[in-house]
Every structure is written in C-alpha cells, then in structure tokens.
C-alpha cells in the first residue's frame, strides 16, 4: 500500500470521527472539519443532488449539534485509482443514532499531496438491503 493510499485512508477515518464530534454538538471541530475540503469541492448526495462548498459548509453549520448520540463506523476503505496525487477511495459508511440505521457506499476523490489532505469529491449512494 502506497504512502498516499495510507493517507487516503485515514482521511475518511479522521472526517467521519469530525463529522460524527459537530453533528454531536462539538462546534470546536467545525472548522479543522471544513478544512478537510477543497474550496471546489463537490459533493452528491444520495438523492441525486450536487452541492457545492459553500452549501457543504453552511449544511455542517447548520447540523451542528444536529444529531446527537450519533455514531459513525467506517467499513472496506479500498482504493480504486491513484492519478498523481490524487486518490479515488470507495468505502461503506453506516450510521446509528438511537435505533435508527443507515448504510452507504461512498466514493471520494482526495488530493493526498497537502497537509491535511483535501478532498475534491464525494458520492453517496444508499444502501437498501
């Protein structure tokens, strides 16, 4: 496994355990949560809908404290293609808050060339089964 692979892979571990701090009410890690981000980041969501950085940002900023007791679990983080330093990484993510649970495969597109790396895209498709 290559160094950027590696980072790849721990970025979607680090986002996810930020993301799950705001969405808990942690507003401390909003800001090294966005500065995960490309500022072109785009990002689709499982319903089809494309958001661009600033509605990224201002959707985390808005949840923040949003969804507590939720917990996140980051599953079969594999890389698909590596161009440059760039990584495409798939990876299942499930999500539990009380009783509810849901389960996604996501698709990232991460620069792993800076410090923290900064990821350029992402799709989420749902799992229904």
């Known amino acids: 496994m290559s160094t ?18 705001v969405f808990n009410g942690n507003e401390s890690q909003l800001t090294p949560l966005l500065s995960h981000f490309d500022p072109d980041f785009v ?4 319903t089809g809908k494309s958001l661009a950085m600033p509605e990224v940002a201002a959707l985390f900023a808005r949840l923040v404290g949003g969804r507590q ?12 293609a590596q161009f ?13 808050q ?8 996501s698709l990232a597109v991460i620069n792993c060339g ?8 992402l ?6 089964n």
Do not use: D
């Open 4 to 21: 950027l692979t590696e980072k790849a892979r721990e970025s979607v571990l680090v986002l996810h355990e930020q993301i799950a701090a």
């Open 43 to 46: 990002m689709v969501t499982p």
């Open 69 to 80: 007791g939720l917990q996140i679990t980051i599953e079969q983080c594999q890389t698909l």
């Open 84 to 96: 440059g330093q760039e990584v495409a990484i798939q990876y299942h993510e499930r999500q539990q």
């Open 98 to 105: 009380g009783e509810n649970h849901t389960h996604r495969i």
């Open 114 to 121: 800076v410090e923290p790396p900064r990821w350029r895209y």
């Open 123 to 128: 799709q989420e498709t749902m799992v229904t």
